[in-house]
């Protein structure tokens, strides 16, 4: 061994969910020098995968009330550091007339309650709750069936997660932190003692290998933490999660004004949520034994979706799914536990008790509470570096949420469509003006390439050069686009010159990633299409091989 | 001899306009646009690929391409510019289309335009890089011309914006523009602009006195608009009666077919050509939907067995909905009507042609050829008395 050596960095992050992006940038914002490591893309697992939503954690209140006074608490504060990325989501609970008692028992006990809850909503500015009769939900949504005899609403709020996540890293990397996106650690070394020196890493795309020295390594990588240990030497069991598949299916447009709660076959709680200009339809919970690369959604997990929701909305069944989501949560690990009735606490685990002193592994948590656990994570590590900075992650706002931009104004400043100018500022916020100043600068990229969403020439280069977008996936993940109806048919391949152009590649390895983007996404709508989606399905179909013949590979000659 | 032809694609067209020359009384009926009116512009008769020629024509295409006119087919194939950036072979194309293959190896200007769907220096990028075009030195380079008039031009829709040059004002103007910005080039490729008639176009290349023509078009560009004028007045010249109309039902007996329509009298024939597309036309639908019992089914009611793979395609056991992820999305593309030729399986009066067949190629000319089939069996029906 050389003599001691100065470490590239203080703290190597490996992971580029909502955690591993929350713990670089705390570790950033307190002077700590980091670097992060993501394997496939930022938010590309759970945390891009979500329901899309920082609640207030009613469900805790009866057993545990101070992790809903936490939740609420942090969910005001994110609503402090990135206002633009949050928007309401009102929830009803409707009751279904059964016996005149039974009826009565379950509207007084919800009454009771949100009534509850009600005392931590101005934490969150939250609305309180209402108690309303039969004729009321009737006339706040039409679409449910007539029989139900009363409800109650509550409020939440809706997030895009993998904003959040690009949120944190950028500004993160405006602290000084490094990152390396599709870049997979395949070793974390440890020195003669066992102690963490470091990590070897390899770029997926260009192969490009290295070894990056640090003094601590933090395991944040969900649900492929047991791996992730594993390539320090460490037992997988030493960080092992109990995996549950959780999948969403979301639908062209907002179905409801309200998010509609209701119990799936199996007594589970399953929801339908407007969510940005889509509805959502989720959750199952199931354990997951399969490639975590590639997790997709199955035709049985959509039609219990369906089922549950339709019992209550039946126009359900009419509607145009137009892809699913499909996630694992990285629960904390329990044997002979129902998937549903797992903790979603978090913990930290400091592998020194497994030899590997300078490594921890971060289980457990979830989307509402990634900043407190972030924050937690940086603690132990500031302990063990001796960095006394304070924290800050709750007041710093995030890229984009330190100003209020006016849409109205980027439509009178670049010619953009209310929409559009809309959509731009939902995402970036106060960043928006520097997508306009692209625009401004060059009226062409005001070109709107995806008009589902939609998506501007310039925003695609924007992503591509400030948030670490190499593929049109990762401009889709960033931007939603090519995920509306037409499934990336009208943009997915003029996305990949330009993300192709915008990184010195060829046009044909543009071509070649918009076609992984299309399969990658038929993939997740073949589980389910209904009539509509359908026809889409074959039109698509027909004008890929229209465009690119019926072979891929001919590039060659 | 009375016949019917449901479905105005180029499958029914083509049947229509066979039946017509072959003397008998024809009705067409159609609703809605269906596959061609989505086409590109490229005329294939199997799926193209790189490296093997299109396949070589037979004088029925060629005779309904001359009838129908806008179509140039043959005798060799043509090469066609994509917005994908491929330069890809066809065994014919829209003749607005700018054929490649006579410019190898030459410098082509792409007209760069403020459209929003158009990026003409990334098209000329993709085009130059493009095998073909490497093979043969042919290089593409995107030359700024004025075109619009007003920032609304920028975002209309394609068609829209095609039309604007039926105006002789405009198609001289644009046409001027392009003459003065060139600079050495040996040929123009423009977005589907040109107009929506024959004459706009070959105003336009009159005028600029170079090759000059269009990428292909996108779903629900000029390409399929022109084929529905074109058709028109094919249709309207060989005296074909045209019944905007929806089918609701179809009978058939031995010698006799019934169609029933909605909000109309029924009609009734001697035979029937069915030309009514595949799942993109809605031909064929997916009933019902996720959470319900489904199957693809013919989009009107008629007791005919849909085909898959040589095999009867059943209504799945489940009360859920067909999962295409166990089938495949492919699904969508190879079900069809089962045919002994061009007669639908176990039927004497009733043909079937285009995408609403089985396991056929989804194609334009292969759906000319089918329709044509279709309609020479049916004129050839033994059982059919000739007209008069």
């Known amino acids: 061994m050389p003599a001691e050596t100065r470490p590239d960095v203080d703290v190597v992050v490996i992971g580029g969910g909502v955690n591993g992006t929350g ?66 989501i009102p929830f009803l609970v409707p009751v279904f007339q059964r016996s005149l008692l039974a009826t009565k028992i379950a509207l007084t006990g919800y009454d009771a309650f949100f009534a509850l809850y009600d005392k931590y909503q101005p934490l969150k500015r939250g609305k309180s709750h209402v108690l309303l009769a039969g004729d009321e939900i009737r006339r706040l949504e039409p679409g449910l069936i007539g029989e139900a005899a009363g409800g109650v609403t509550f409020d939440e709020w809706g997030i ?122 989720g959750t199952t919970d199931d354990d997951f034994y399969g490639d975590l690369d590639d997790v997709v959604a199955t035709g049985d997990e959509v039609r219990y979706l369906f089922q549950a929701i339709e019992r209550v909305f039946p126009s359900i069944r009419a509607a145009r799914a137009i892809g699913t989501w499909g996630g694992v949560r990285p629960t904390l690990y329990a044997w002979g536990v129902n998937e549903d009735a797992l903790s979603r606490e978090h913990e930290i685990v400091d592998h020194a008790a497994h030899g590997a002193d300078g490594l921890y592994s971060m289980t457990g948590g979830k989307l509402a509470s990634y900043r407190i656990f972030a924050e937690e994570m940086t603690d132990v590590l500031a302990g063990r570096l001796g960095n006394q900075a304070p924290r800050r992650t709750h007041v710093a706002p995030l890229p984009g949420g330190d100003e209020q931009v006016d849409p109205m104004h980027l439509v009178q400043e670049g010619g953009m469509e209310a929409v559009t100018a809309t959509r ?32 501007t020439e310039a925003e695609i280069r ?67 299409i209904g009539p509509e989606q359908a026809r889409q399905e074959a039109l698509g179909l027909a004008l890929l091989r229209s465009e690119v013949g019926v072979e891929r590979d001919d590039e060659a000659s | 001899m009375k016949l019917v032809v449901i479905g105005a694609g180029a499958a029914g067209t083509a049947a229509a306009w066979f039946l017509a020359r072959g003397g008998a009384k024809v009705t067409l009926v159609h609703d809605r646009a269906g596959a061609t009116a989505l086409y590109s512009g490229a005329l294939d008769l199997t799926p193209w690929t790189e490296h093997a020629p299109p396949l070589v024509l037979d004088p029925d295409l060629s005779a309904f391409a001359a009838a129908l006119t806008g179509w140039a087919l043959g005798p060799k194939p043509c090469r066609i510019a994509t917005r994908s950036g491929a330069l890809r072979p066809a065994a014919g194309r829209a003749a607005a289309l700018l054929d490649l293959e006579p410019l190898a190896g030459r410098r082509i200007a792409v007209a760069d335009v403020d459209r929003d769907e158009w990026d003409a220096r990334l098209v000329a990028q993709a085009l130059s890089a493009s095998p073909w075009a490497a093979r043969t030195g042919t290089r593409f380079e995107a030359v700024r011309v004025r075109a619009l008039r007003g920032g609304h031009e920028r975002r209309i829709a394609l068609y829209d914006f095609a039309q604007l040059h039926d105006a002789a004002e405009r198609a001289d103007d644009f046409a001027e523009q392009l003459r003065k910005t ?101 031909g064929l639908r997916l009933s019902g939907g996720v959470g319900s019992r489904a199957t693809v089914e013919l989009c009107f009611s008629a007791s005919l067995p849909l085909s898959l793979d040589g095999h009867t395609f059943d209504a799945p056991s489940t009360l859920h909905g067909v999962d295409f992820q166990a089938h495949g999305l492919r699904t969508l593309e190879r079900i069809g009507v089962a045919t002994d030729g061009a007669r639908v399986h176990g039927e004497r009066a009733l043909f079937a042609a285009g995408d609403v067949v089985a396991a056929r190629p989804r194609t334009v000319l292969e759906a000319v050829r089918s329709g044509i089939a279709a309609a020479r069996a049916a004129l050839g029906s033994r059982l059919l008395t000739p007209a008069q």
């Open chain 1, 462 to 528: 924007y992503v591509v050069v400030n948030e670490l977008a190499v593929t049109v996936d990762d401009v889709s993940r960033r931007t939603r686009l090519g995920l509306g109806a037409c499934g990336g048919m009208r943009c997915a391949l003029r996305c990949g010159h330009i993300v192709a152009d915008a990184t010195g590649r060829s046009p044909g390895e543009g071509a070649r990633m918009a076609l992984e983007f299309m399969e990658r996404a038929a993939r997740r709508r073949a589980c389910a």
């Open chain 2, 182 to 282: 060139t600079n050495g080039h040996d040929a123009w490729l423009v977005g589907p602009w040109l107009g929506t008639e024959p004459s706009s176009i070959e105003r336009i290349r009159a005028a600029v006195k170079l090759p000059l023509g269009e990428i292909n078009s996108p779903p629900g560009g000029p390409a399929g608009a022109r084929f529905e004028l074109a058709r028109d007045r094919l249709l309207a010249a060989q005296k074909v009666e045209i019944l905007n109309a929806r089918v609701s039902a179809l009978h058939t007996g031995p010698n006799q077919v019934r169609v029933e329509l909605v909000e109309k009298p029924a009609l009734e024939a001697d035979a029937a050509v069915l030309a009514i597309g595949g799942v993109v036309a809605g």
């Open chain 1, 160 to 281: 895009d997660g993998v904003r959040l996540c690009v949120g944190s890293l950028i500004d993160a990397l405006e602290h000084g932190a490094t990152a390396r996106v599709h870049c997979t650690v395949t070793e974390i070394v440890r020195g003669e003692s066992g102690k963490v020196t470091g990590v070897r890493w390899r770029d997926r795309f260009t192969g490009e290998a290295g070894t990056t020295t640090a003094r601590a390594v933090v395991n944040a990588t969900g649900a492929w933490s047991p791996i992730t240990a594993s390539l320090g030497g460490v037992e997988p069991r030493a960080a092992r999660i109990r995996p549950g598949k959780g999948i969403h299916v979301y639908l062209d447009r907002r179905l409801t004004n309200y998010a509609i709660a209701t119990t799936a076959i199996d007594g589970r709680q399953v929801f339908l949520l407007p969510w940005q200009n889509t509805s959502v339809l």
């Open chain 1, 23 to 88: 713990v670089a940038r705390d570790c950033a914002l307190r002077g700590l020098k980091v670097a992060l490591f993501e394997r496939n893309d930022i938010a590309f697992g759970a945390s891009g995968n979500s329901s899309g939503m920082i609640h207030g954690g009613p469900r805790y209140l009866s057993y545990d009330p101070d992790v809903t006074h936490t939740s609420c608490l942090d969910s005001g504060h994110i609503q402090r550091i990135a206002p633009h990325l949050l928007f309401r």
């Open chain 1, 424 to 455: 731009l500022e939902y995402r970036h916020g106060g960043r928006s003006l520097r997508v306009l100043e692209r625009m401004l600068q060059n009226p062409r990229e005001a070109a709107v390439v995806c008009a589902c969403e939609p998506v």
